[in-house]
């Protein structure tokens, strides 16, 4: 049975336009996204800005409601807990949010910040508590000796480390690591992955692992999903998904990262996609991607095509991908 089974979930947002707030639409931030976590997995969640890789996570983890769907963890369906119920689940399930900077409380101290998901989750005492938060900065490369200090005092991948301490603090099996690396310089980006690998190896942990950058999900993830306007149109293992790409939207992502010979970079084939990324307010019809896309034909235009498993072990949503092979 897999840790997390997302099934078919939706995020929607009201808003109101006009003089008179007469003019009542619904952006469609995540539309339908199926997907599914097994113990110690890493799931890369990649797609451009706005697709909502970011919405999807924090309904995961409850911070944002769900219009509709079902998200099943341990079997268990989290979607209809009240708060109080959710203390049991926020042991087992945690948050890395993107800027180190703005996610850590400025008036207090690094041991306070740590220690406060262990008085509020787990009936630990005092003392219990301060061993705990040492040993936590021990497992990120920090030294206890820190305890006392502020934020303002860290640099930013020192901060990110201190979040991924008070991630970790109370044992959960599943993070969901929120583009933990994308504030950060690159030699820091390698430390914090690199840190990201070791702590699932030792604590057998699983990951959702979101991201804009597709050289670093390759790196630590076990499979990808892709996503576009609020739906997932391929998931692969990551061998699969970088070798051969099979939804055009997924083809253009891939050929959008340079290669690091420019022999090969200058004589690769780009797929190069026209026009901006539809309203989440106003979604084409049939294929979300099908203004953009140079293969779409009119059935593209008409028919919704379905997440459907192809040959080669991927799963995509695109009614032509057997024909798009090798192109």
């Not at 469609?28 to 800005?49: P, Y």
């Not at 996503?227 to 997924?250: N, R």
Request: net charge positive; proline share 7%.
């Amino acid at each position: 049975m897999s840790l997390l089974e997302v099934k078919n979930l939706k995020v929607h947002f009201p808003v109101t336009r006009g003089i008179f707030k007469r003019d009542k639409r619904v952006v469609h931030a995540v539309d339908g996204v199926s997907f599914d976590i097994n113990e110690s997995e890493t799931l890369g969640l990649v797609g451009e800005s706005g697709c909502g890789k970011t919405t999807t996570g924090r309904s995961i983890v409850k911070l944002l409601k769900a219009t509709s769907g079902s998200i099943f963890f341990d079997g268990e369906d989290i979607l209809p807990l009240k708060r109080k119920q959710l203390i049991h689940f926020r042991k087992k399930c945690q948050i890395v949010f993107q800027n180190p900077y703005s996610s850590l409380d400025p008036r207090m101290t690094i041991g306070s910040i740590l220690s406060e998901p262990l008085k509020s989750l787990t009936s630990m005492s005092r003392r219990e508590r301060t061993d705990r938060v040492a040993a936590l900065l021990n497992e990120v490369n920090l030294s206890p000796k820190f305890l006392n200090r502020y934020p303002h005092e860290f640099s930013g991948g020192q901060r990110q480390r201190i979040n991924i301490a008070r991630a970790l603090s109370v044992s959960p099996k599943l993070i969901v690591a929120d583009e933990p690396v994308s504030a950060l310089d690159v030699s820091i980006q390698a430390q914090i992955i690199n840190l990201l690998q070791d702590l699932q190896a030792k604590f057998k942990m699983a990951y959702l692992f979101i991201a804009h950058d597709l050289s670093v999900v390759k790196t630590l993830s076990h499979r990808v999903a892709v996503m576009y306007l609020g739906k997932i149109v391929e998931i692969a293992p990551t061998k699969t998904l970088y070798a051969e790409p099979m939804h055009p939207y997924t083809k253009a992502l891939m050929s959008a990262v340079p290669i690091p010979d420019p022999k090969k970079e200058r004589l690769r084939k780009r797929m190069v996609v026209s026009g901006e990324i539809p309203s989440p307010i106003d979604l084409p019809s049939g294929c979300t991607f099908h203004p953009r896309c140079p293969f779409a034909k009119e059935r593209c235009r008409a028919v919704v095509p379905i997440l459907r498993k192809l040959p080669n072990g991927s799963h995509a949503s695109c009614h032509f991908a057997e024909e798009l092979m090798g192109k």
